[in-house]
């Protein structure tokens, strides 16, 4: 049997047909252009698929499941998309609207939580069965993974780990509240905090590195001029840390999960990142060592996790 | 079949027998006299059990489990205290050193996850199957049910609300940290924000409530005298609300469950406090109104719940 796997994006309809050994057999995209009416959008996700199959020579009859990973706030038990910013959406029936393209089983999750199912699945906590994912892109996505399936929350809108606080009346976040986790750890506000650095600081490298120019300030130049040794940037580098790693402290407490996966383009940083993270945190979490400290991982399947996760909701 | 529940207390053992409708038959209370030998302190709770099926003329061939709330870091699965500050207890072992008085199962839980266990099954959040309860006491304990069990984290030393932040770098936490949600919300917390604010303010009617010394101050003061119009009185149980509103919003946000539920002197306030804050999280929990936003309610049960939560463990 076959399943296939839908990462719904502000740009692109990622799909992917997934093998029982949780490998992508072929995959393509098509524009999201996601101001059209739902019913469009949703009816490019249903035709992609099929194309998927027929380029594949698979039947529909070895389809098991069609899966997908949408943006914002997401009714996985209803299969309904409660909200979602990018796509002006309410409350819109994905499921059964999608559903009604197939005969097999179809369901619906936060992106962030597929794309930890992905990792377990297939990636960097493949047969763990407890895992946290932190998504740190434009904003920040949580997955929670409990006995290896997807924990919503008890209704919609849990699982949204980005959205607890870490600096109480902070930075402003997205979600109308102040000084969120993802205020602090998202790539955007990275950039916001090597921006106003670099501004402060004409001197120092970051400027350079954006050739004079603050915005084509990116996540990768502070610690790219941090390495090098400018103490401005080491500075946003080292708060960037101690930030996510507070955050990584508070999840642990909460779920003491068998490992933590990071997500994003800062994760190129690779063991820079994930080394000073996991000295944090055994130094943060409670009871410290006389309980266990999971360890800091790069998720490695990139886009790939989100439609492998997809395909193993059902 | 009856069950035997025991809250183990830095002050005293309490021990009562439950019968299948959650109603406690008969309890009765030991001094824990902490610091002995963990051995005697096991040995009396298994007395102390065996004395109350005795009064109740019952035989341990009905007793179908014995369960123990215990403080500190329990690794519930392993049976084993890791660590409990108050007993100067490490690695005691005491679901295998009680068991060896009874021939029926022991189970073991964090005290908070067994008062949030005796809630959902005879309190306030009677047939709620996903509950949060937060302890507010010397400290903050959290109780997570999810699908009306005890969630302990995949390792031990999960579920452990109150150590996760809420101002990063603010107030000094006992658990090493600063700005926990326990060095804000508990009552610790308030007696310690309430004092300042009448030093602060000579003439705010705390200090008369206090009787001129402030080491009079309690959880109840600050309260009396915020709805007397005291205005220092005001500002200190506005903060408390924001910040046990912040807190709530952050497991919201996380869990979505059914019901969130406050424990402790601090919920003699009842609606005084309920309203506000579900006031508050609904401004604040992720998605607003398009999502479920729980109730906030005071548990019922007081001392009971933790009898009872230990009894269905098994």
Chains 1, 2 share one sequence.
Not at 124 to 146: C, E, F, S, Y
Not at 152 to 158: K, Q, R, Y
Not at 214 to 242: C, H, Q, R, S
Request: glycine content about 12%; overall charge negative.
């Amino acid at each position: 049997m076959y399943r296939a796997g839908i990462d719904l994006g502000g740009t692109n309809i990622k799909a992917g047909i997934v093998d029982e050994n949780q490998r992508i057999l072929i995959e393509d995209s098509v524009p999201t252009r996601a101001k059209r009416p739902y019913q469009e959008v949703i009816k490019d996700m249903a035709e992609l698929v099929k194309k998927l199959l027929a380029q594949l020579g698979i039947g529909e009859d070895v389809l098991a499941g069609v899966g997908v990973g949408s943006p914002g706030t997401v009714d996985a038990a209803k299969g309904v998309v409660l909200y979602s910013n990018n796509f002006d959406w309410e409350n819109v029936p994905l499921a059964a609207e999608l559903g009604a393209y197939f005969s097999c089983p179809v369901g619906i999750s936060n992106d962030a939580n597929c794309a930890a199912l992905g990792e377990v699945k297939a990636g960097a906590a493949k047969k763990i069965a407890n895992a946290i994912l932190l998504t740190l892109g434009t904003g920040v996505g949580g997955g929670v993974i409990i006995d290896g399936k997807v924990f919503e929350g008890a209704h919609a809108g849990g699982a949204e780990l980005g959205h607890t606080s870490l600096i109480f009346g902070g930075e402003a976040c997205t979600c109308g509240r102040k000084g969120c986790v993802e205020a602090y750890v998202s790539a955007t506000a990275l950039i916001r905090d090597a921006k106003r650095a670099a501004e402060k600081h004409p001197a120092s490298k970051m400027n350079e590195l954006c050739g004079g120019d603050l915005t084509n300030m990116n996540g990768k130049i502070p610690f790219d001029a941090a390495w090098d040794g400018d103490t401005a940037a080491k500075e946003v580098v080292e708060n960037y840390i101690t930030y996510l790693g507070e955050a990584i402290a508070n999840f642990v407490n909460i779920f003491r999960p068998d490992v933590i996966l990071l997500s994003g383009g800062v994760c190129n940083q690779g063991e820079k990142l994930t080394k000073p993270l996991s000295l944090y945190i055994k130094d943060k979490c409670f009871a410290k060592e006389r309980a266990f400290v999971p360890e800091v991982k790069c998720a490695i399947l990139g886009n790939s996790a989100g439609i492998i996760g997809a395909a193993n909701l059902i």
